[in-house]
Nanobody, 122 residues
Framework: QVRLLESGGGSVQAGGSLRLSCVVTGEMPIYMAWFRQAPGKEREGVACIGFRNSNSDYADSVKGRATISRDNSKNTMYLEINSLKPEDSALFYC?????????????????WGQGTQVTVSS
């Protein structure tokens, strides 16, 4: 088990950018991901990444606007989203230890952070 701590959320105007961070306490997992959950909606996968930054996947809703990356020397994973839209507003979660590789389905991940709130105003 690892502990995950997200940061970097906040309030931003539409069209702006944010960079979220997830610091890992413990051994850096091979597969990690970002999820988000808006009020009244299911938690959805946003992006996932493998250990060496070479394997990643994105949800269609953020493809072309988001970049997931990690710095294993700093035990940190990042998610940068550009051209933010009001519909991007959600609680963003860091997830780790997928047992099926880089996946965007929540049931594959064993460990979760508490989330960081992103609010995008129009």
């Amino acid at each position: 088990q690892v502990r995950l701590l997200e940061s970097g959320g906040g309030s931003v105007q539409a069209g702006g950018s944010l960079r979220l961070s997830c610091v890992v306490t413990g051994e850096m997992p091979i597969y990690m991901a970002w999820f988000r959950q808006a009020p009244g909606k299911e938690r959805e996968g946003v992006a996932c990444i493998g250990f060496r930054n070479s394997n990643s996947d994105y949800a269609d809703s953020v493809k072309g606007r988001a970049t997931i990356s990690r710095d294993n020397s700093k035990n940190t994973m990042y998610l940068e989203i550009n051209s933010l839209k009001p519909e991007d507003s959600a609680l963003f979660y860091c997830a780790a230890r997928s047992n099926r590789g880089c996946r965007l389905e929540r049931n594959y991940y064993a460990d979760w952070g508490q989330g960081t709130q992103v609010t995008v105003s129009s």
